[in-house]
Nanobody
Framework: QVQLVESGGGLVQAGGSLRLSCVGSGGSFSTYHMGWFRQTPGKEREFLAAIKWSGAYTIYADSVKGRFTISRDNAKNTVYLQMNSLKPEDTAVYYC????????????????????WGQGTQVTVSS
């Protein structure tokens, strides 16, 4: 069982930046691909970015490509989401998630593929 705890959310003006962190415990962090998602009321959870267990491969949603950067530090059991040039439409609850690695697997954008989820952190971007 892996527990994930996000932090770093808050209120920021449009054009500003935030860095979200997600710390994992209770399992071997480096045996999971990690992903970031977000959700607003009444909408489905939206994929943002994912990173391979080694950090060597990343994927992004088109909506955040070039603005958001995912990274990880396995020594700290932490995955990050650097968010730049924030827009009001980025306002949402942001979640990190863990996808157990198996032979030949790569990070995925499908939320159903993820085994464990954090509780979420609120990001609000004012115009």
């Amino acid at each position: 069982q892996v527990q994930l705890v996000e932090s770093g959310g808050g209120l920021v003006q449009a054009g500003g930046s935030l860095r979200l962190s997600c710390v994992g415990s209770g399992g071997s962090f480096s045996t999971y691909h990690m992903g970031w998602f977000r959700q607003t009321p009444g909408k489905e959870r939206e994929f943002l970015a994912a990173i391979k267990w080694s950090g060597a491969y990343t994927i992004y949603a088109d909506s955040v490509k070039g603005r958001f950067t995912i990274s990880r530090d396995n020594a700290k059991n932490t995955v990050y989401l650097q968010m730049n040039s924030l827009k009001p439409e980025d306002t949402a609850v942001y979640y990190c998630a863990a996808d157990k690695v198996y032979l030949g697997s790569v990070p995925r954008s499908d939320s159903a593929a993820y085994d464990y989820w954090g509780q979420g952190t609120q990001v609000t971007v004012s115009s």
